[in-house]
C-alpha cells in the first residue's frame, strides 16, 4: 500500500499536475487537517478510536442517570452519540410521556401521600441479570429525593412501573440487583421514622428515626416488581450509602456502607457543631453485611415480621437474633461499596481517606462461623473486627469514590475524585499500577459491563461533576463531563469529552449492544405501558365516534397520511377521550397526535394505541395534527375538533 501511494504522489508530480487553488478541498491531505485544525498525532490516533463513520453502529451502549432531570439516557461507546431520552420520573414531551393517558398511570404510580410528584433524583441504574451477567432485558433505576424504584423493558425502552418506598424518606443504595434479578436492593440515606407521616423529634432521633434496606421482589415473567412479595430489614439510624449484592462465592449476601453512625443531629441554632463535622467525629463508620437469601425465607414468616404501612419488616431484633445483619468498622464517610468479578472481596472507598480497602468474604465468613465479634453497636449487633475482615488496603490518592473492574484478571479502577484522577490497580496483589487525570473531579466511573462476573474491559468513561473550562461557555450552569478513556492497554489513554447536558449523572451503566434486542414495532393495537391489548385499539376501517351521555369515546388510526376521524364534534363540557392506533408496519414511521391547547401528546410508534384525554371545556374549534414529520403529506395529516356551545343545532338549510 505505501509504496503504491509513493508511486502515485511521483507520478503526480512527474506529470506536473499541480492541484489548482479551487480544487484543494477535494484533495485535503491529512496533514493539511491536522494544521488547519491544530491537532497532534495524539489526537488522530484517539479519534480513529472513537470515531464511527456515518451509519456504524456502537460495540456498546452505555445507560446513564439524568440526575436531577429524573430520566435516562442512551448513549453509544465509543462513539458516544447520545441516542435517546426515556422518561422515568419526569414527563418528557417528545414521548408523549405524562401527557398520554397510558403514561400518565405509569407516573401516577409514583405519587406519594397523594400527590404527584414530577420530578426525580436519579441515580444509579441497574441492567437485570443472569448468573450475574447482563441480560439486557429490563434497567432499574433509583429515585434518591422520593424514595421510588423504576422499570424500564428494554424491549421498548419504554417505563413501565414505578414504585414507591413504604418505609423510607430518602434512598441512595439503589437500584442493585442480585445476580439472578431476584431482589432489586434499595437501602434508605438520611434516618427518619419508618411509619409513614409520623413525627418524632431530633431529640428522639436513636429511639425513633431508622434506616431500612429493601429488597423488591422482580417478577422477571411479567416484568414487574412484586411490592406484595418484597420485604424490608429495619437498621440503625446510620446514613446508609451504596449497596451492592454478592456474586458467585457471595451470592445470598449483600453489603451497604453507611456514614455518620456518630448519630450526630445538628442544628447550628443550638450552638452545635454544623452536620458535616459531626458527621465525621469517628475514624470509622460501618459496612452492613446481611444475609437477603436467609432474610427472604424469614420474611415470609407472619410470627417474624412487623407489617409497617402495609409493608413486611424484619426488625433489627429480629434480624440479629436470626444471625443475618452484620456490621464491619470501614475507614470514615465511606462511599462506593464494590464486589469484585470473582465475588470474593469487597472495595470499600472512603472519601476521607486515601486508601481503598479490600474486604475479604471468606475472612468475614470465617468471623461470623466463628462468632469472631470484636464488639456490638448501640442496637445489638455484632460487629466484625476491622483487620478480622480485610484482605489488603491500597494507597491510590485523595477522594477515591467508585470502583469498576476490568476484563483482566484482578484489575480494577477506582475514581478519585479530589485529586480529579482515575486510579488503575490490582486488587488481589493491592497494588496501583497507573493513574490518569480527567476534567475534573469524577464520581463514578464505568467500564463496560464492570459491575458483573464477567467485564469486558476495553473502554472506561469518567464522569466528572465539572466541565469548567471543557465547553465552549453556556452561562453559569455546566454540563457535566464524560471522557472515555481507552483501557485496552497498560497505560490508560483519554480520548474524548462528551458534555452530558441533562442532570448530574451519577452512575452509568455499559452493555455490549449485541445483548439488546429492541423490537421495531409493536403487535398492532399494544397498550406499551401494560403490554396488553388496548381497550381503544381498532383495525382500518373500523374507525368510530362513541357518544354515551357527555362521555364521546373516539376510536381513531393513524397512518400516512391521515388521521381517522377527521373531525371531532363535541359540546362544551363533554368528556373527551381519543384513542389511536398506528396502524403503520414500516421501521420507525412514527405518528404523534396533539391537540391544540389541551396540553396533551401523543408519540404513536408503528403498531401502539395510545390514548389522549380531556375535558372539552372551552368552545371553539382546534385542530389536531400529527406531531411528527412522516410524510410528504404530513402536514396535511391533521382534523379539527368542534366544540359547540352546549345544546348547539345546525340551522335549517344551511
Ligand atoms: Cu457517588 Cu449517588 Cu452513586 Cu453520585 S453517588 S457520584
Ligand atoms: S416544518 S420539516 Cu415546521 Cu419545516 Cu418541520
Ligand atoms: Cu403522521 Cu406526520
Redesign the pocket.
Known sequence: MKTLAVKTMALLIASGLGLGAGMSSAAESLQDVMKRRNLTQQDLLAAAKTYTPSGGRDEFLAFSSGGQSGQVLVYGVPSMRILKYIGVFTPEPWQGYGYDEESKAVLAQGRIDGKDITWGDT??PAISETNGEYDGQFLFIND?SNPRIAVLDLRDFETKQIVVNPIMKSE?GGAFVTPNTEYIIEASQYAAPLENQKFYPLEQFNEKYRGAITYWKFDREHGKIKPEESFSLELPPYSQD?SDAGKLVSDGWSFTNSFCTERYVGGIEKGRPPYEAGCSAKDTDYMHVINWKRAAEIARDDSKIQVINGHRVIMMETAIKEGILFLIPEPKSP??VDVTPNGKFIVVSGKLDTHVSVYSFEKIMDAIKSGRFESKDPYGIPVIGMKDALHTQVQLGLGP??TQFDAKECVAYTSLYVDSMVAKWNFCEGKLLDKLAIHYNI??LMTMEGDTTKPKGKYLVA?N?LSIDRFNPVGPLHPQNHQLIDISNDKMQLLYDMPLPLG?P??VVGIDAKKLKPAIRYKVGTNTRTDSEHVGKVRAGEEKIVREGNKVTVYGTLIRSHITPETIEVEKGDEVTIYLTNLERAQDETHGFTVSTYNVHASVEPGKTASVKFTADKEGVYPYYCTEFCSALHLEMQGYLLVSPKGWKPEEGA
Request: glycine fraction near 12%; avoid cysteine; charged fraction near 20%.
Open positions: 441515580h444509579h434518591k441512595h451504596l462511599h462506593g469514590l467508585h464520581g463514578h464522569l461533576k448530574e451519577h452512575y
